[in-house]
């Protein structure tokens, strides 16, 4: 059993939540620190990791033992498959989970949850919500040099794709830099796949790979690194002259920066027009009134017409610390 899972344990048995059904990739490595195949695509909701209180075990969704860590019991893997029925009946074996009262969930899709109505008939589903909350907020002494080592990547990244931007650069070059200089550390797992695009406030981040970038247009570049389970990204924007020329950061940016403080609220970060998030082993969405303790980082970004900016902070004692540069910035 980890750490993590003993306490997600404990703070399942002080909300009498029976067992805990995890989509999400961040909380689903939490709790299993499981491993992730990447996707360039989006991932419906499924059962990836299950915590059962009276057995206290984790059952995860994998076909192999390559997605969990040494040693994790074979026996508490069940298959992936398109089949709801073999699904229904995968879940239904895992012991106590039929039988459980009350299961609390991160996300559901309408079919999902009708498949997890058949698994446990006699349970009420509640939100997972207020335990992963109060999971994220207890210290995890592993979490600082783990994202602040794949923020080193990340970085790495995106210096790889400012190298090759220039006038008449391919998006799908900028992306080959940026893989490049990831497996330069052994990392072969992105976070998301680099975006390079013209900032444009009304379109979307998508841009032809092969739609060469043009003189004075601004162009964003992010990049996000998953390295030994830590995930971290940032992004940057640049103006192309005779060459790329770094843009300063929204007018905003330093005080937004300053008030990442132990003590402030989400909320309060996010009344300022700024994005925020917690990371780690990957997205949390901290809500409203989740308030920053030292020993966090968070992801921030803030942006304009003519600039987007994030950073992964260090959440301290004092003023906050910026784990994410390129170069000087």
């Not at 497996?183 to 072969?188: D, E, H, I, S």
């Not at 444009?200 to 389970?229: N, Y």
């Not at 609220?265 to 994005?275: C, M, N, Q, S």
């Amino acid at each position: 059993m980890t750490a993590r899972l003993d306490e997600c344990l404990e703070l399942m048995q002080r909300d009498d939540v029976d067992a805990m059904i995890l989509g999400r990739e961040a909380n689903a490595r939490t709790v299993a620190d499981t491993s992730r195949l990447w996707l360039a695509g989006t991932r419906p909701f499924s059962p990836a990791c299950i915590v059962v209180r009276a057995t206290q075990a984790v059952h995860v969704l994998a076909n192999s033992s390559d997605a969990v860590p040494a040693g994790f019991p074979l026996a508490q893997l069940y298959g992936l498959t398109w089949n709801p029925d073999r699904l229904a009946a995968e879940l239904t074996a895992i012991p106590g989970l039929a039988s459980a009262r009350r299961v609390a969930v991160d996300g559901m899709s309408p079919s999902m949850r009708a498949l997890l109505e058949r698994v446990a008939p006699g349970a009420v589903l509640v939100d997972a919500g207020e335990i992963l909350t109060d999971l994220w907020q207890r210290p995890d002494p592993a979490r600082t040099p783990g994202v602040t080592a794949a923020a080193e990547v990340a970085a790495a990244g995106l210096a790889a794709m400012v190298g090759a931007l220039a006038v008449g650069a391919l998006p799908r070059q900028l992306r080959g830099a940026c893989a490049a200089a990831f497996a330069a550390f052994g990392v072969t797992t992105p976070a998301f796949e680099a975006v390079a695009t013209p900032i444009d406030p009304h379109s979307s981040i998508w841009t032809a790979p092969d739609r060469p970038f043009e003189p004075e247009e601004r162009i964003v570049l992010r990049a996000g690194a998953l390295r030994d389970g830590w995930e971290a990204s940032l992004a940057r924007t640049y103006q192309l002259t005779t060459s790329s020329v770094a843009l300063d950061p929204p007018a905003r940016w330093n005080g937004l920066v300053a008030a990442c403080t132990a003590g402030a609220t989400v909320g309060e970060l996010r009344a300022k027009d700024a994005v925020v998030y917690g990371v780690g082993h990957g997205v949390e969405p901290w809500p409203d009134d989740f308030v920053l303790v030292p020993g966090l980082m968070c992801a921030l970004e803030a942006s304009d017409d003519n600039c987007v900016r994030q950073d992964v902070l260090q959440i301290t004692e004092t003023a906050p610390v910026i784990v994410t540069r390129v170069g000087s910035t």
